[in-house]
């Protein structure tokens, strides 16, 4: 019996009409700091088909000395979440690829030329240290475009080595990368400097693709407040997020 039949909860917001899907998640179950099992995960997928999502790509982090994720253990728990998800009855679509911290494992595998997991089509989401700046951007950027990846920076108002440099926000674009901005980070739930950087990088023109980023149920609980939805309409609503271009588009504008 699905472990939602007993309790249906009725939205009271209007949801995330704007966003087709959401693309940077870690609700796969036990394999990084997001979902520690299953039941979580369902429960986390319940709450955020409820809002108004229903399509995920989950990412979990693959980080060289901490999350040593490979293609195997990321299709692995997507396989058993996916299992549940039909015995649940739960009407959501999921897939999954990779949160890719840009280190020297990263550049071990791009090297070695070993398949990255993928968004869609060649993109790929990366993301840096918090507590350092990347010495070697340029190398590693190098790298991705001319093995033929399409990046996309994982909240990049988040970095606070760029809070005092929004310069560099342009500059990531100069080096090829998209950039991801956290839902979550406008609401100010990283603090103020987080939420100034990413009304920046929207006000701006700047922002490609929004995630939730979502790993727990605080996240949940933050994502899904009447005040947060009201504040992604804001400066969300005007379009519709995280559509990716078709193969054949790709080729004809080239980028
Ligand atoms: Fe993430």
Not at 104 to 119: C, Q, T, V, W
Not at 228 to 248: A, C, D, Q, R, T
Request: aromatic share 12%; proline share 5%.
């Amino acid at each position: 019996m699905s472990i939602f039949s007993r309790k249906k909860i009725v939205p009271a917001y209007p949801g995330f009409s704007w966003l087709s899907q959401d693309i940077h998640s870690h609700i796969l179950p036990g394999i990084d700091d997001g979902s520690p099992d299953i039941e979580t995960s369902l429960q986390l997928l319940n709450s955020l088909h409820d809002a108004g999502i229903s399509k995920f790509i989950c990412t979990p982090h693959i980080i060289g000395d901490l999350y040593h994720n490979t293609p195997q253990t990321i299709n692995d728990a997507l396989g058993k979440l996916k299992k549940a998800v039909y015995q649940n009855g739960l009407d959501v679509e999921i897939s999954a690829a990779a949160e890719y911290m840009l280190d020297d494992h990263f550049m071990e595998l791009i090297r070695n030329k070993e398949p990255l997991m993928k968004l869609s089509g060649n993109y790929i989401l990366t993301e840096l240290s918090y507590a350092t700046p990347p010495s070697r951007l340029e190398d590693i950027s190098f790298e991705i475009n001319i093995n033929n990846y399409q990046p996309l920076m994982a909240h990049p108002e988040r970095y606070p080595y760029y809070h005092n440099n929004y310069e560099a926000y342009s500059r990531l674009k100069e080096l090829g990368f998209l950039l991801q901005v956290n839902l979550l980070s406008l609401t100010g739930y990283y603090g103020k400097y987080v939420a100034k950087a990413a009304k920046y990088i929207l006000e701006n023109n700047l922002a490609d693709f929004v995630g939730t980023d979502l790993h727990h149920f605080n996240h949940l609980n933050v994502l899904t407040d009447t005040k947060s939805i009201e504040m992604f309409e804001k400066y969300l609503g005007h379009k519709v997020y995280n559509v990716f271009p078709s193969i054949s588009q790709h080729a004809s504008t080239g980028t």
